[in-house]
């Protein structure tokens, strides 16, 4: 079959999303404006939370609710190491010490038990990840949090519809961070959200985010020096409107999903993917393939390049971040996170977006497991 070039993300957009940013054009704001306080508004909503922050990314987010927690130099955050955007790296722009601890095999998500274990007394906040879309064991989380008294933080910037316990993500931790550039469900660009339910901190956030041109004499406000994050009017009317019709986007990916599932468990030694039985529903960030334990990191490097020769956008799912420089640096060597490690050498993120055909989608999944023949491990592959 001869394709033009699948992308991992195609961003699902309507000539009315353009509509949407081109009302913004002809106005005279284009900064942070009412389009951002409308965005706001009903992004709490959808969550039923009480307040949201509008940000310029999910990075910047999580930053300034630490800052805003007074978290930073000699405070250690307990975090996962997996994942595909890396959010806590935040934590080190902080100043504060990531503390990662390893994941359940089956779901990616940091796991409750391993995550006790790192707890010292210099533990202030617990970031947990909503993986690949997958919901974190928030149960759990939130009793261990409560029991240490720390805060829970929620990553929600891989994830956006999924359920847990008839809940959506975003509603667990003390706060949430979102993202909003590619490849997820609801994209505009570049920005983020914050969502919590404590007025005072809402507050604080949005004095550490920004300040209003007529805000500049405020004697008050000027005591804090915010970081100039904002969410631009342009970016807002463009999540805005994908926001509104987010159920329909979401529903147009577990299309797709559908089509993975229905190729993907026709091939011997493959595995449907795997959802926890509490967790009520999933939008896959991304369609994550795991290779069996016969894989190496250069095998499945070798499966990628002969996705990519075949015009397939795929790519490595996650590099530890405790194995990348930085962290290194700070002590972390191979061998530290078993689990995550041997993840993260053999996961293989394919496109997932709605304007692949179920054609194209069949393709994917037969030029993988042709490449997985090719490195000479045969069908092992699992989900």
């Known amino acids: 079959m001869e394709t033009t070039f699948l992308p991992l993300s195609d961003p699902d957009l309507l000539p009315s999303d353009l509509e949407a940013v081109c009302a913004v054009l002809n106005t005279q704001t284009l900064s942070a404006g009412p389009v951002v306080e409308t965005f706001e508004k009903e992004f709490a909503a959808y969550l039923e939370r009480k307040h949201a922050i509008a940000v310029s990314s999910g990075t910047i ?11 930073g130099p000699g405070d250690e955050v307990i975090a996962s190491g997996h994942s595909f955007r890396e959010i806590v790296h935040a934590i080190a722009l902080a ?45 759990p989380l939130r009793a261990f949090a409560d029991e240490a008294g720390v805060a829970l933080i929620e990553d929600s910037s891989e994830a956006i519809g999924s359920l847990y316990k008839g809940k959506l993500v975003g509603t667990f931790g003390d706060c949430a961070i979102f993202d909003f550039s590619q490849p997820g ?43 100039q994050c904002s969410m631009s009017d342009i970016a807002a009317a463009l999540g805005l409107a994908q926001l509104r019709r987010i159920e329909l986007l ?14 993907v468990k026709s091939f011997e030694g493959v595995k449907d993917p795997y959802i926890a039985p509490e967790v009520d529903q999933v939008y896959w960030f991304l369609y994550v393939v795991h290779l069996g334990t016969r894989f190496t990191r250069s095998s499945r490097d070798s ?54 055909s179920e054609h194209q989608v069949a393709f994917i999944v037969g030029t993988i497991k042709d490449a997985s023949v090719n490195v000479g491990a045969g069908a092992a592959i699992y989900l």
């Open 61 to 71: 987010g999580l930053l300034l609710t630490l800052r805003a927690r007074g978290i």
């Open 303 to 356: 499966i990628i390049d002969d996705l990519r020769t075949e015009k397939i956008g795929a790519c490595a799912y996650s590099q530890p971040l405790h194995l990348q420089r930085y962290y290194y640096d700070l002590g972390y060597r191979k061998g530290d996170l078993f689990v995550t490690e041997k993840v993260g050498e053999r996961a293989v993120a394919l496109p997932l977006h709605p304007h692949l």
């Open 185 to 227: 469900a609801l994209v505009c660009g570049e920005g983020g959200m914050i969502v919590t339910d404590d007025d005072e901190l809402a507050q604080q956030l949005r004095r550490m985010r920004s300040h209003k041109v007529e805000e500049r004499a405020s004697v008050v406000l000027s005591a804090v020096p915010p970081l």
């Open 250 to 263: 979401l529903a147009r990916r577990k299309r797709v999903e559908r089509w993975y599932y229905e190729y």
């Open 95 to 139: 100043g504060a010490r990531p503390v990662f601890a390893d994941i359940d095999y089956w779901v990616g998500t940091l796991a409750p038990d391993k995550a006790k274990a790192k707890l010292t007394e210099r533990t202030r906040a617990i970031v947990a990840g909503n993986t690949n879309g997958h919901p974190a064991a928030w149960e």
